[in-house]
């Protein structure tokens, strides 16, 4: 079993930074393919903020280009999220994803729990 858990998210001010955090446990043997970050709104589909693949290459949004960083460290199977200059438009609940290979009819994905990121204005 492979559980992601986030943690880093909660209340920031409008042009303030937080730093997100993501780490896997459970029987991981290799390195993940993709790792990302998702968010979601009240009301709202859950979006794709920022991936990054095995070779370090990365996506963004174009929401949060410039904003956001994502990183990975494969020696602690972590993904991170960078977010800088915060704005109301990024309150969600930030969920980590991971690419292990696993099949899809097993389950796919892995997920993590969510955490809640809040920007006032």
């Known amino acids: 079993q492979v559980r992601l858990v986030e943690s880093g998210g909660g209340l920031a001010q409008a042009g303030g930074s937080l730093r997100l955090s993501c780490v896997a446990s459970g029987d991981i043997y290799y390195p993940f393919n993709g790792m990302a970050w998702y968010r979601q709104a009240p009301g709202e589909q859950r979006d794709l903020v920022a991936e990054?693949?095995?070779?370090?290459?990365?996506v963004y949004a174009d929401s949060v280009k410039g904003r956001f960083t994502i990183s990975r460290d494969d020696s602690k199977y972590a993904v991170y999220l960078q977010m800088n200059n915060l704005k109301p438009e990024d309150t969600a609940v930030y969920y980590c994803?991971?690419?292990?290979?696993?099949?899809?009819?097993?389950?796919?994905?892995?997920w993590g729990q969510g955490t809640q990121v809040t920007v006032s204005s």
């Open positions: 994803n991971a690419d292990g290979g696993r099949p899809l009819a097993y389950g796919g994905d892995y």
């Open positions: 990054i693949a095995k070779d370090g290459s990365t």
